[in-house]
């Protein structure tokens, strides 16, 4: 009789149990990233009253005999799907669409979070809402790239003055026309930097000398007007072969040449690659410079992300430089994480470690900037979940009622 007062308590707590899942996802079911958990039932401890028996000669097997002594909780899971993308046009929100977390520390600690719901801090560091630290990798300053393999940092944008960047390279690509009479010329113009951010027209003017053969004069004028004649002591002479390809030079050296007030400074001029070459076709003159580098120092002008991950600076002066990549990671077991508070989830022995990589590459999903993951709560699961639990409760102490009342008939059996 006893039994079933005991299975019954174990009933009660089991089904509280559950409900107290299903009342925790209603709750968060506008909090984004959040993951829905699961209560899981197991049975508990069942009393053989009888073993079973072997089959004999003279009689059949007999089957154990076991009474079970309630329920339990025997797991609480968490589902891990895909939440709704939610858009917000906020330039910090972001929301993974595919697998992996964002990794943030915080006071020492790596977690984990599907919670893009990030900001700028006072010193240009990408944080959580809750002032965790966003981690990623910051670009090479040489070669523009990161090396996942090493371990993320902390994300920052420099907020202090773009440094001016002299010009070294400029290439020109384009034709000059074969028809064009001994004595005419073909000119082209392009924007360049000195040392000190200062911009400067630089004009290239090639003068037909003869059948296939063309000299470089170049000039850079200043912003009040002033010319500089910057062409080598020994004036370039270009030479095209009989099908109008360029033959020599496939480029012209500027040493030590000084523009302005800046520091002197080398630039080449590129005449013939792979990609971009002087022709000498019978076709229109049209020569430009696809490709300078150099640039005036500017302001932070504002920040936005890519699919990627890459954290993109613009400048005031039109340029835009990728300073870093967010970091996504993944782990072995999900659900041996443990939640710490914040939408942010800690990692264990039980989930293994981190295994980091960059937004869209092997197995982490992409980066939907200007949006957020919502909660991945199903309102009609949780409430079909809440009947059930209130039913099973209901049902555990109708049993402790009936059973009460068994032992008051038993009691009083002697008046």
Do not use: C
Request: proline share 4%; net charge negative; glycine share 12%.
């Amino acid at each position: 009789m006893l039994r079933s007062l005991y299975a019954s308590i174990s009933g009660l707590r089991s089904h509280q149990m559950m409900m107290d899942v299903t009342a925790n996802n209603i709750a968060n079911v506008n909090t984004q990233g959040f993951k829905a958990g699961r209560a899981l039932f197991a049975d508990a401890l069942s009393q053989t009253v009888r073993g079973g028996g072997v089959p004999t000669d003279a009689n059949g097997s007999i089957n154990p005999l076991q009474i079970g002594l309630g329920s339990r909780v025997a797991a609480v899971t968490t589902n891990f799907n895909q939440g709704a993308l939610q858009l917000t046009g906020r330039v910090t929100d972001l929301a993974i669409q595919g697998n992996g977390f964002f990794v943030v520390e915080r006071s020492g600690t790596r977690l984990l979070t599907r919670d893009g719901a990030f900001n700028w801090d006072s010193q240009g560091q990408l944080v959580t809402a809750g002032g965790a630290r966003v981690l990623g990798w910051t670009t090479d300053p040489v070669t523009g790239g990161v090396n996942p393999s090493t371990v993320p940092g902390f994300i920052s944008v420099p907020t202090s003055l773009l440094e001016p960047e002299a010009t070294t390279r400029v290439v020109l690509d384009g034709n000059m026309s074969a028809g064009t009479l001994t004595g005419d010329f073909v000119a082209s113009s392009g924007t360049v930097h000195d040392s000190i951010g200062t911009a400067f027209d630089l004009a290239v003017t090639f003068t037909k000398t003869g059948t296939g053969t063309w000299t470089a004069a170049i000039k850079a004028t200043a912003p009040d007007g002033t010319v500089n004649d910057i062409t080598p002591a020994v004036a370039p002479t270009l030479v095209f072969n009989a099908v109008g390809a360029l033959v020599s030079p496939t480029s012209i050296a500027l040493t030590g040449i000084t523009l302005g007030t800046g520091a002197p400074q080398d630039i080449t001029l590129e005449l013939g690659d792979a990609q971009h070459a002087i022709t000498q076709y019978d076709q229109v003159s049209s020569i430009d410079m696809p490709i300078r580098d150099g640039s005036a120092g500017a302001e932070l002008s504002s920040v936005n992300f890519g699919s990627d991950g890459s954290v993109n600076a613009q400048y005031t002066n039109g340029d835009s430089k990728v300073v870093g990549m967010l970091a996504l990671a993944s782990v072995t077991n999900p659900e041996g994480m443990l939640k710490a508070a914040d939408n942010l989830w800690e990692m264990t022995l039980t989930s293994g470690d981190a295994a980091y990589g960059l937004a869209g590459t092997e197995q982490f999903g992409v980066v939907a900037p200007g949006a957020l993951e919502g909660s991945n709560v199903d309102l009609a699961t949780e409430f079909t979940n809440l009947v059930l639990a209130q039913r099973g409760f209901q049902a555990n102490t109708r049993v402790i009622t009936t059973s009460d009342e068994m032992l008051a008939d038993l009691v009083n059996v002697k008046r």
